[in-house]
C-alpha cells in the first residue's frame, strides 16, 4: 500500500464512524435541503402575500388522483431501493439485480406521469405563465423531476455497467448502493412534501 | 521522489483533466487570476469615465463596437455593464475560486497530511463546470444588447425588464445560467473540501491541533454548502421569468416606459433581495475567512511564535460562520421591510462584529514580542490587518439601520466593501502566493520585485478607496454613469474622481512586477529547500515539488501547529511530524 491510497473509501473512519462517500451525500443533500427549502420559502412568502381569495386551491387545477398514484410509484421505489441494498449485503445478486431494477423502472414510471400531467395542463391552456401558483408548481416539481432523472441515472449505471464493482469491489459497491439510495430516499422526501403541498391545499 | 514508481500519464490526464489536488489547485489558481485581471481591466475603463466624463477614451477607444462605444464616448448602458460584470468577476471568477478552489485545493490537504481530497474525479468536475460557466458568463458581452447590466446583485424587477427576450442569449439570461454553473461547482467543492477535512487528517491530526488556514476553509465551506442553494434557487426563478414568462419577482400592475408590463403579477420584488443576500451576506466571509487563514500560517511563521488565542481564533471562527445566517437583511434597511425586521437584524450584525474583532485583535496580538521576519509574504499579511481594520469599522454605520439612511448606495459603500476585500483578501491572497510559491516551485519568487509590488499596491489601494468613502460621506450615489457630474451636492468631492482613477490605473502598473516575478521565478527564483519558511505544518513535511499522493510516508501528528520558539527544543521550530527527542 502506498502513501498514495485514500483511505476510509470502503472502510469507516473509526472516530466518526463514516464513509467517505456517505459523509459526501449527507453534506449534499443538507445543500440540496436548503434549494429546496428556499422554493418551499419562495411558495411561502408569495402564497402569503397574495390578496384573499387569489390563490387557487391545487385541487381545482392540479390532478390529484394521478399524483397520489405517483405517490404510490415513488414511496414503492423506496422501498424497492432499500431491499436493493439489503440483497448487496447478504450478496443476493439476482435479488439485487431485481430490486434495483424495479426502482429504476418506477422511478421511470413516475416520470412518464408527471409528463402526462404536465401535457395534460398544457391542453388546457394552463402554463407557467398563466399565474404564480401554476408557475411554482411547474418549477417546483420540474426541479424535483430533474432529480428524480439523476437519480434513474445513476442507478442504472449501478445496475449495468457499474455492477460489474459486485465482484471486484463488493465492500465499495455495497457502499455507493447506500449512498445512491440516501439520495432516492431524500427525492421521496421531496415529492412527500411537494404533494400536500401543491395539490392538497 | 516516489513518482518513479508511478506510471507516466499522458500529458492530458497530467495537466488538463487531471485529478491531482495540486494540479487543480494550480488550475484555479492561474484560471481565477486571469479572471480577476480581467475584472480589473472592466474597473480601469470605468474609472476613465468617471474621471473624464463623455471624453472619447484614448489610444484603445476605437476598438469597441458602437453598442458600447461611440466615437471612443461609453454609453451609460456599458457602463452598468462594466459595473455590474465587475462585480460579479471579482467576487464569483476571481477572489472566491482563488481563495477556496486555488489555496484550499492545494494547500487542504497537504496540511492535514492526506493524499489527495476525497473524491477526486468530483475535484475535477469542480473546475470543469467552473471554467465553462465562467466563459459562458464572459461571452455575453458579445450577444446583442451587451453582459447583464442590473449591478451583481441582478436586482428584480430591473433584471428582468432590462434587456428582455426569452432565448439564452440575451446578457442577463446568460448571467444567471453562468451562475448556476459556478454555485453547482463550488458546491461540489464544499462537499469535498469538508468530507475531506473531516475523513482524511492524519493519524494524531485532532481537531485542536489543525493549523488555522484549514479551520478557516472548513467553515468556509459550510458557509458555501448552505448558502449558495438559495441563490442557485433564486437563479432558477428569475430564469423562469426571463425565459417562461412567470413572474416571481413581478409585482402586480408594473408599467414600463409608460407601458403595462402583459405578465400575470402575484411576485416580490422583495423577495430577490431576500434570496440573494442569504447568499451574498455569507459569501462576504466566504470571502474573508480563508485570507485570514492565510494571514494567520503567515504571521506565526514570521513571528516565530505560536498565534495568540488559537482556540479563540477557532471557535470565533466558528460563530461567525454560524451568525452569518443571521445578518442578511443589513443589506435592505431601505426596502421598507419595517421597524422591528431592522431591529433584529442591527442587533445581529452588531453581535457579528465581535468575533470579527476577536480574530483581528488575535492576529495583531500574535505579532506582540516576535523577532518579525519582514519578508514580501509577512508584509501583504501585515498589510492586511489595518486594511481589513479600516474595512471592518467602517462597516458598523452601515450595520446600523439610521446612519444607513444617508450612507446606503452611496460611494462610501463600495469604498467599505473594497476596503475588506482589496487591500483585505486580495493582499492575503497574495500573501499566500508568494508564501506557497517555495513549495510549488521549489524556487522563491524575487524579494525586491515583491516589495515594490507590495508597497505601489499599499499606497494606490488607498489611493482609490479613501476617497470613496469622502464621496460616499458627502451623498454621491454609487451607481451614476457621470460620477456626479450634474449634482450640486456632488461639486466639492468631484476632484477625487480623477484622484482615484490615476490610483486604479497606477495600481495596474505596480502589478506588472508581480506578473513578472511569478514566471521569471519558476524558471530562474532562487533554489530552496522543502521547507524554505522553516515552518511546522505538514505542507512543509513533502518533498517538492509534492509527488502525487504528497507524503512519501504517511505522516503521523504529535502536537499543534505552532510550535515556533519552543522552550527546550534544539530549532526555534517544532513541526508536527517530528516525535518528541528527535
Known sequence: ?201 | MSEAHHEELPFWRKYIFSIDHKVIGIQYALTSLVFLFFGFCLMMLMRWQLAYPGQPLPLIGEWFSDESMVGGRMLPEFYNQLGAMHGTIMVFMGVVPLAVGAFGNYVLPLQIGAPDMAFPKLNMASYWIFLPGGLFMLASFFVPGGAAQSGWTSYAPLAEITVPGKTLFTGQTMWLVGMVFLITSSLLGAVNFLTTTIQLRADGLTWMRLPFFVWAQFVTSFLLLLAFPPLEAAGILQLMDRVAGTSFFLPSGLVVSGEPLQVAGGGSALLWQHLFWFLAHPEVYVLILPAMGIVGEIIANNTRKPLWGYKSLVYSTIFLGFMSFLVWAHHMYLTGMGTAINAFFQTTTMIISIPSVIILSALLISLWGGSIRFNTPMLFALGFLPMFGIGGLTGLPLGLSTPDIHLHDTYYVIGHFHYVVAPGTIFALFAGIYFWFPKITGRRMSETLGKIHFFGSFAMMNGIFMPMLWQGLAGVSRRLWDGGVTYAHAQEVLPLNKVMSYSAWTLALFQLPFIFNLFWSIWKGRKVDDNPWEATTLDWATPTPPPHGNFETIPVVYRGPYEYSTPGHITDFFPQHQPEGA
Open chain 1, 1 to 201: 500500500m502506498s502513501s498514495a491510497a485514500i483511505r476510509y473509501i470502503d472502510s469507516v473512519r473509526p472516530d466518526t464512524g463514516l464513509y467517505n462517500g456517505k459523509l459526501g451525500v449527507w453534506l449534499f443533500l443538507a445543500s440540496e435541503a436548503m434549494l429546496f427549502g428556499a422554493l418551499f420559502s419562495t411558495y411561502a412568502l408569495l402564497r402569503v402575500g397574495a390578496p384573499a381569495g387569489t390563490w387557487p386551491v391545487g385541487a381545482s387545477v392540479l390532478s390529484v388522483p394521478l399524483a397520489t398514484v405517483n405517490t404510490m410509484f415513488l414511496i414503492s421505489s423506496t422501498v424497492t431501493m432499500l431491499l436493493a441494498w439489503a440483497a448487496c449485503k447478504t450478496r443476493d445478486r439476482a435479488k439485487f439485480k431485481l430490486y434495483l431494477g424495479l426502482t429504476v423502472l418506477l422511478g421511470a414510471v413516475f416520470l412518464a406521469v408527471k409528463l402526462f400531467e404536465y401535457n395534460l395542463k398544457f391542453h388546457h391552456h394552463l402554463y407557467p405563465s398563466t399565474n404564480t401558483f401554476l408557475g411554482l408548481y411547474f418549477t417546483m416539481t420540474g426541479l424535483h423531476g430533474l432529480h428524480v432523472f439523476g437519480g434513474i441515472v445513476v442507478n442504472a449505471y449501478l445496475w449495468g455497467p457499474g455492477s460489474k464493482m459486485w465482484d471486484t469491489a463488493p465492500d465499495q459497491f455495497t457502499n455507493r448502493i447506500e449512498t445512491a439510495g440516501l439520495y432516492w430516499h431524500f427525492v421521496d422526501l421531496v415529492w412527500i412534501f411537494l404533494f400536500p403541498v401543491l395539490y392538497l391545499t
